[in-house]
T-cell receptor
Framework: ETGVTQTPRHLVMGMTNKKSLKCEQHLGHNAMYWYKQSAKKPLELMFVYNFKEQTENNSVPSRFSPECPNSSHLFLHLHTLQPEDSALYLC????????????FGPGTRLLVL | AQSVTQPDIHITVSEGASLELRCNYSYGATPYLFWYVQSPGQGLQLLLKYFSGDTLVQGIKGFEAEFKRSQSSFNLRKPSVHWSDAAEYFCAHHDYKLSFGAGTTVTVRA
């Protein structure tokens, strides 16, 4: 049990669809992260929220829209995605933004057709 | 800019044999280094981390890593591999964010 859960675990969507990924952490942490993991590429940090405030947007296209309503929940809203957006999307949390150990969820495997 | 390199894409090792995974970093100041493991269908799990102090770091699951400034390396080792160690291993460096290497896939043969 990692303490970080993600739903759904798998998602197939068309390029015109709108969907959302959900992440929930049960660790009492204050920072949450979205990462993209593509095959044979290093993990890419997408967004960081610290105490519900977005502190990092790593030049992510606007078709990805994060939302952090509270310190325990993080969403990634998806719309008009491209096939190259197909990847494993990982959520992580840590006590605070900074030099803290990050705990990862199992990820959502996304396929864009 | 700092970067982390994992030279080996894939390593195959026999069960019971020793394992060493290489990680090189490029950064001037003392780096903050991590090793994570990702089993199939799972998220990443922290094995160990180095911030300062003793350059030989002990982690979970019998893993250890040694920080060598002179070689800019932070290699991961395990003396005797178990079949359950088959996974993908990521070295990472933390500056203002975590930067990961491309990963090394470990296959364990019986």
């Amino acid at each position: 049990e990692t303490g970080v859960t993600q739903t759904p675990r798998h998602l197939v969507m068309g390029m015109t669809n709108k969907k959302s990924l959900k992440c929930e952490q049960h660790l009492g942490h204050n920072a949450m992260y979205w990462y993209k993991q593509s095959a044979k590429k290093p993990l890419e940090l997408m967004f960081v929220y610290n105490f519900k405030e977005q502190t990092e947007n790593n030049s992510v296209p606007s078709r990805f829209s994060p939302e952090c309503p509270n310190s325990s929940h993080l969403f990634l809203h998806l719309h008009t995605l491209q096939p190259e957006d197909s990847a494993l999307y990982l959520c992580a949390s840590s006590q605070e933004w900074g030099l803290e150990t990050q705990y990862f969820g199992p990820g959502t495997r996304l396929l864009v057709l | 800019a700092q970067s982390v390199t994992q030279p080996d894409i894939h390593i195959t090792v026999s069960e019971g044999a020793s394992l060493e995974l290489r990680c090189n970093y490029s950064y001037g100041a003392t780096p903050y280094l991590f090793w994570y493991v990702q089993s199939p269908g799972q998220g990443l799990q922290l094995l160990l981390k180095y911030f300062s102090g003793d350059t030989l770091v002990q982690g979970i699951k019998g893993f250890e890593a040694e920080f060598k400034r002179s070689q800019s390396s932070f290699n991961l080792r395990k003396p005797s591999v178990h079949w359950s160690d088959a996974a993908e291993y990521f070295c990472a460096h933390h500056d203002y964010k975590l930067s990961f290497g491309a990963g090394t896939t470990v296959t364990v043969r019986a």
